[in-house]
């Protein structure tokens, strides 16, 4: 379950900067992006899905994205390999799309790359990615809902954890499970507040 250290020697950011700049790809799928990541295909793909909602995005990308992350949660919950469902695995965009999301993600990527290194490997132990499997799977939940700016602050806290698994810095999963925490309480309190509004002006409107 736990990705191959032996397969980390090139950085995520590298290998993202490969595919979308391979001239014989016309159309770039998940399933292309499995293949691509295998051995350390949890964290990185986890990382793929979560990092662009931390973004400017198109309305509605949170909805997409979170689907996969669902699925890719609850494999790392149950130590199941990865795998992704035909509808979801067949999914790809041009290129040059691809291209562009990528040229977003990797100045991140490449600043965060230089401050991961391997430490308290207690946290992505097999018993300790099951747990964190079970919090991804409740941050990937809550992302998927259609909630007003609800879907950052989950996603940054998945894209923490997943680098943290990707490269077996301990830390930085401790510190994306932080922000989860902060996270859940912050979208509990605005769809507290969405609800009191909406029984407000239901209430007054009659």
């Not at 350390?40 to 990092?51: E, S, V």
């Not at 941050?139 to 998945?158: E, F, H, K, Q, R």
């Not at 698994?165 to 301990?170: K, P």
């Not at 769809?191 to 239901?202: D, E, P, R, T």
């Amino acid at each position: 379950m736990i990705d191959d250290p032996q397969l980390k020697r090139r950085r995520l950011s590298e290998v993202l900067e490969e595919i979308a700049h391979d001239p014989a790809r016309i159309r770039i799928s998940i399933a292309d992006l499995i293949d691509a990541m295998a051995g350390r295909a949890f964290g990185a793909l986890l990382l793929i899905f979560a990092l662009p909602n931390v973004l400017p995005t198109p309305p509605g990308t949170s909805g997409i994205l979170g689907l996969p992350l669902v699925f890719l949660a609850a494999q790392l919950m149950l130590g199941k390999m990865p795998w992704l469902p035909a509808f979801i695995a067949t999914r790809s965009m041009e290129r040059a799309s691809f291209a562009a999301l990528v040229g977003k993600m990797t100045p991140i990527l490449g600043r965060a790359e230089k401050l991961l290194v391997p430490r308290l490997a207690f946290m992505i132990s097999p018993l300790a990615q099951r747990f964190l499997g079970a919090a991804l799977l409740i941050l990937a939940l809550v992302l998927a809902l259609p909630i007003p700016l609800g879907n950052m602050l989950p996603a940054l806290a998945m894209t923490i954890i997943s680098l943290g698994v990707l490269e077996r810095d301990g830390l930085w999963v401790i510190i994306g499970l932080v922000l989860g925490a902060v996270s859940l309480v912050i979208v509990w309190g605005v769809i507290w507040a969405l609800v009191a509004g909406a029984v407000f002006l239901i209430q007054n409107a009659f």
